[in-house]
């Protein structure tokens, strides 16, 4: 069977979109976040507040990881840094685990797993 018409490329393909929407959306709202404590945004304006506290539950469990950086007035969330790499590396998994349910034909898999051998 042909791996480019088999019936699991269309859903697998539409998983890795959802996945790379998600892992976007969530980034872009980390960087959000980032930039607004790095310019020294007032926390109670309301989108600053709004942005805070949409990615509080993303940022929260790398609070602690690193001290707060000082930078004339404004906060370098280092933090904010290591949870946007730390999301990124967990989406590149999730694609790598829906890519291993791909149809592979006889062919394909011998190429692979020689090209494998050779690293």
């Known amino acids: 069977m042909d791996s480019f018409n088999s019936p699991t490329t269309k859903p697998l393909y539409r998983g890795t979109q959802i996945v790379w929407y998600i892992l976007g959306l969530l980034e872009i709202l980390l960087l959000f976040r980032f930039v ?3 310019l020294g945004a007032n926390p109670d304006a309301g989108f600053s ?32 840094v290591l949870a946007m790499f730390v999301y990124w590396i967990i989406a590149t998994g999730i694609i790598k685990l829906f890519l291993m349910g791909k149809t592979v034909s006889t062919p394909e898999a011998a190429t692979k797993l020689n090209m494998e051998e050779a690293e």
């Open 36 to 38: 607004l404590k790095f």
């Open 49 to 80: 507040s709004f942005i805070y506290g949409i990615t509080y539950v993303f940022a929260a469990p790398f609070l602690t990881v690193f001290n707060i950086t000082y930078v004339g007035g404004s906060i370098f969330e280092w933090t904010t």
